[in-house]
């Protein structure tokens, strides 16, 4: 029996556990929220997913996590300029997604943002991106796939705003264990399945994910 309960203790330690959440447009209380939960719910990772920033000042956002000691990575949202999102990376160490994957405990990440308000860009490119990021974690067998905007033929177009065609066929052709997004405020936390990969609007509130 104790080496049943050490195997399964094993697995689990092999396991990624995540809080990703989006959408925080620069309140320091949503972001110390967040980071006290990152903790509480000890996550090995806290992924942002865009519109970090905003019209409330966004004065040391992303400090709470650093002082929580969590590691963080993001994609800019349509409310991040690239300074924005180079500002962010620098001031605090944290990496963009968008200009190269990560792995984590054996998990490969990668996506694309929406800077400068650039919420759809060109569907090929797009695609070729998140293709060619894809190709490069070949050997992993999980992946999670972040953008701020969501994709087509989605729930999250029940908002009446339209995802994007090159996230969807990404998704389409990938494969990701997760999709994970934001954007669409009041269909926070709705959840759906494109194939094998499970789709997430994450929201401000965030979702907490173990893989």
Known sequence: MEKIKEKKEQKRDNKLKILAAGDIHGSSSISRKLAERAEKENVDLVILIGDITG??????????????????????????????AETLSKMYGIKNVEKNYVVYNGVGIFGVGAADWNLYPDDEKTLAHLRK???????????????????????????GIPGSDGIREAINKIQPNLFLSGHIH???????????TKVVNVGKRGKVFEI
Do not use: C, R, Y
Not at 134 to 140: A, D, G, R, Y
Not at 187 to 196: A, P
């Open 133 to 159: 990021e894809n190709e490069k974690l070949k050997n992993l067998e999980k992946k999670i796939m972040i953008s701020h905007i969501h994709a087509a033929g989605t729930k999250s177009e029940l908002s």
């Open 186 to 196: 009041e269909l926070e936390g709705v959840e759906e399945k494109i194939g094998k």
């Open 55 to 84: 019209a409330v000042p966004t004065k040391n956002i992303i400090k709470p996590f650093i002082d929580k000691h969590k590691k963080v990575i993001f994609v800019p949202g349509n409310w991040e300029t690239q300074e924005d």
